[in-house]
Nanobody
Framework: VQLVESGGGSVQAGDSLRLSCAAS????????MAWYRQAPGKQRELVAS????????NYADSVKGRFTISRDNAKNTMYLQMNSLKPEDSAVYYC?????????WGQGTQVTVSS
């Protein structure tokens, strides 16, 4: 399984970005998908997740109401719509999936939000 993120960039506070994660390979048994982020000097943290079985979602308190996770099964792609971005959202964002007994990570995409 390969995961390729895109959509990162440098924006101003209050702007929006949409991250994409395209999955290829044996993704038929994907259980869950998620976005994590890691800022310099900080631990990697869960931003949002989605359970493929029932579509239920979960968000970090810091992004609730601003970020939306979704997936397009036909395109094997997951998205993270990020609105009202804040400087503290600046980080490298990673795509993650759990498929069967295995987990996979993307290479990360940088998001920088300036005030």
């Amino acid at each position: 399984v390969q995961l390729v993120e895109s959509g990162g960039g440098s924006v101003q506070a209050g702007d929006s970005l949409r991250l994409s994660c395209a999955a290829s390979g044996s993704t038929f048994n994907t259980i869950a998908m998620a976005w994590y982020r890691q800022a310099p000097g900080k631990q990697r943290e869960l931003v949002a997740s989605i359970i493929t079985g029932d579509g239920s979602t979960n968000y970090a308190d810091s992004v609730k109401g601003r970020f939306t996770i979704s997936r397009d099964n036909a395109k094997n792609t997951m998205y993270l719509q990020m609105n009202s971005l804040k400087p503290e959202d600046s980080a490298v964002y990673y795509c993650f999936i759990r498929a069967g007994f295995y987990t996979y990570w993307g290479q990360g995409t940088q998001v920088t939000v300036s005030s």
